[in-house]
């Protein structure tokens, strides 16, 4: 029995990989998906386990029947990633006529976290797209007028505006990717003409001269980035905010403006002061979480910050936004910590109280009862093994759990286990 039990965990496993697996929130697929084979079946000899009683022409019969299934299995597997690309390439091709469809645009922004953050995000690529920049300039002021929130409770504006960012570096032709920075620089530039009173097209110019500096600047480590790369990264950052100063009585008018203010500050040699811009920023469009959000990450070491200072501004943060946020500030914040440097030890490596952090949590679920914010909630309980308080959220989880907030089905089975509860 252990051998089979052995044996049928492995082809689990396998069809856990191979088997085709559909998105949590999956539009109806297109009409020419490919249709994904299913693997074959071990044959019992595969699943048996060998006995010392077994002769040679048993056992070689077995290696007979494993190396078929295996060939078989191999072959299944290259048609299922042949069906899938297939596949990939069809939900593509419909995805751009969707782009391209004025019709798609109106958006309903109703149901889960995950759906409205999509159609946000599609939308602002689709206006993009159909090059209608002045809809999406009113978009995105009715967005910021209303302080229009998701159902977790996250700014939509700041997600449009991802939209927007996304779909303007996927608009580049490619007779132009040769030079699509200046391609870039001169469509945002235009846009800036067509619309003179709207911060967004300010704000996009302004995205690209600081997304041109990083391209040169590259992702290295500070001792692995060559020396020649660092006078044209300055040079280019100081150029973004230098813009942004320039552009403030227009840009100024949405909250992303601090908050590229803030990203363009770090690394710069002449940024400013982040904090002052923070408090600018938080006095013109109070509790914009994005805003906060920057400010953390100016304060993690790697910039020159510690722990003490991100637990000091966590605290600051609660005392600033009480009165409409309670606590949850505190959980807000540490909750982006976890999704950075401190992923997997964030109650080891931070001052983080799990206390203070569950209580942030609770006025997070009081103001936004979202199972996006309940899921994320479970699975901090299960990283500060406070399995009371686990058990309690894992019994409102509505299934199939989200693995965007579990990261994977493997972590939530453990929590499920942890909790005494029955697992995937």
């Keep these: 029995m252990d051998g089979k039990r052995s044996a049928a965990a492995g082809l689990f496993g396998l069809y856990l990989i191979f088997s085709p697996q559909a998105p949590l929130h999956a539009a109806e697929p297109p009409a020419a998906a490919t249709s994904v084979p299913a693997l074959p079946p071990p044959p019992a000899s595969v699943l048996r386990k060998p006995q010392d009683s077994d002769s040679a022409e048993q056992i070689l019969q077995a290696a007979r029947e494993k190396s078929a299934w295996l060939d078989a299995l191999s072959q299944a597997i290259k048609q299922q990633e042949a069906a899938r690309k297939a596949t990939q390439l069809a939900a593509q091709q419909e995805e751009q006529r969707k782009l391209l469809d004025p019709a798609q645009t109106r958006v309903v922004l109703s149901g889960s976290e995950q759906q409205v953050r999509e159609a946000l995000t599609f939308q602002g690529r689709a206006f993009v797209k159909q090059g209608r920049v002045h809809d999406a300039v009113a978009a995105y002021g009715d967005y910021i007028s209303g302080s229009r929130r998701t159902p977790s409770g996250v700014w939509m504006s700041s997600v449009f505006y991802a939209g927007i960012r996304a779909g303007l570096f996927a608009s580049v032709p490619e007779d132009a990717q040769a030079r699509r920075w200046e391609w870039l620089e001169e469509q945002t530039l235009r846009w800036a003409r067509e619309e003179p009173d709207s911060p967004l097209p300010r704000l996009m110019h302004a995205e690209v001269l600081y997304a041109h500096a990083w391209e040169i600047r590259g992702t290295r480590y500070v001792k692995d980035t060559p020396q020649h790369v660092w006078k044209p990264f300055h040079a280019m950052l100081s150029r973004t905010l230098k813009y942004l100063d320039e552009e403030r009585a227009i840009a100024a008018r949405a909250p992303e403006y601090y908050s590229l203010s803030l990203r ?57 936004t009480r009165k409409t946020e309670g606590e949850s500030m505190y959980a807000r914040i540490y909750w982006v910590a976890a999704q950075g440097p401190y992923r997997f030890n964030l109650f080891d490596a931070t001052s983080v109280r799990w206390g203070r952090m569950k209580q942030g949590f609770e006025d997070v679920m009081k103001r936004y009862p979202d199972q996006w914010n309940l899921q994320n909630y479970a699975r901090f309980a299960c990283d500060a093994q406070d399995r009371d308080k686990l058990a309690e959220l894992l019994a409102k989880v509505q299934m199939p759990p989200m693995m965007e907030a579990w990261s994977n089905p493997q972590l939530f089975e453990k929590c499920s286990q942890m909790a005494g509860r029955v697992s995937l």
């Excluded at 509790?287 to 910039?303: D, H, I, R, S, V």
């Design 264 to 320: 363009a500050m770090r690394g710069s040699e002449d940024g400013g002061d982040p904090l002052a811009r923070f408090d600018q920023g938080q006095r013109a469009f109070p509790g914009y979480y994005q805003m906060y959000f920057e400010m953390l990450e100016t304060l993690l070491p790697k910039w020159g910050g510690s722990v003490e200072h991100m637990d000091a501004f966590a605290e600051a943060a609660v005392d600033a």
